[in-house]
């Protein structure tokens, strides 16, 4: 993985997928890969940091968004991508000349990323309300499709059985990897080649 950290470049990094896919854990395997993450910002993490207040989770998570574009700085966010925040973020961030990359992780089912949402709450981590998980489960390649745009670079990664790497996003075009497909790569590709097609 290119470093940038040494160059100089400040680097906007986006770790994206519905709850429950393995966003904390990706960037702890990007943490032993790279020393360019800058400043993390969970907003999970936060909220339940505060207790539990999703409304003050996000307000502090703004706060520490906002600081780091004010002060320059590499920071790294992991998101649902769900609303419009994370677009916003990406608009200001590429205006300041950051590089910004995506790596998003995906399951095929919301019953699978809710097994493990569940599995996380029996060891004590922090719970999500179902009814979030299948609405922003309904409407991810929609978020996902809003932050390409933006993005330099864009690495997806199937998490059924530890992180791998199934596609890249080069050129306006999805770029699969490996034989085994994930059914959710071919819907994402389907999506983005019909999403071409409205535009």
């Known amino acids: 993985m290119m470093n940038r950290a040494e160059s100089g470049m400040k680097t906007y990094t986006i770790i994206g997928g519905v709850n429950g896919t393995g966003k904390s854990s990706l960037t702890g395997v990007l943490k032993t890969q790279t020393t360019d993450l ?4 969970d907003v999970d993490k936060i909220t339940a940091q505060l ?46 000349g950051y ?12 019953e699978e990323c809710l097994a493990r949402i569940e599995n996380r709450v ?3 981590g922090h719970n999500i309300r179902e009814e979030d ?3 922003r489960f309904a409407g991810r390649w929609e978020a996902v499709s809003k932050i390409l745009p933006y993005c330099d670079e864009a ?10 790497e199934v596609a890249e996003y080069v050129n306006g075009e999805l770029i699969t990897k490996g034989e085994k497909l ?3 790569v071919k819907e994402l590709q389907a999506f983005l080649i019909g999403r071409g097609a409205m535009l």
């Open 133 to 135: 998980v299948q609405r």
């Open 99 to 110: 590089y910004i990359r995506l790596f998003y992780v995906g399951l095929d089912t919301p």
């Open 51 to 96: 207790g539990g207040s999703a409304m003050e989770g996000g307000k502090v998570a703004l706060e520490r968004l906002n600081d780091c574009l004010r002060k320059g700085v590499s920071f790294t966010q992991e998101t649902t991508l769900s609303g419009r925040r994370v677009e916003l973020t990406a608009s200001k961030a590429k205006g300041e």
């Open 155 to 164: 690495h997806f990664f199937d998490n059924d059985n530890g992180f791998v």
């Open 182 to 184: 994930p059914a959710w």
């Open 122 to 124: 029996r060891r004590g």
């Open 38 to 41: 800058g400043v993390i910002i």
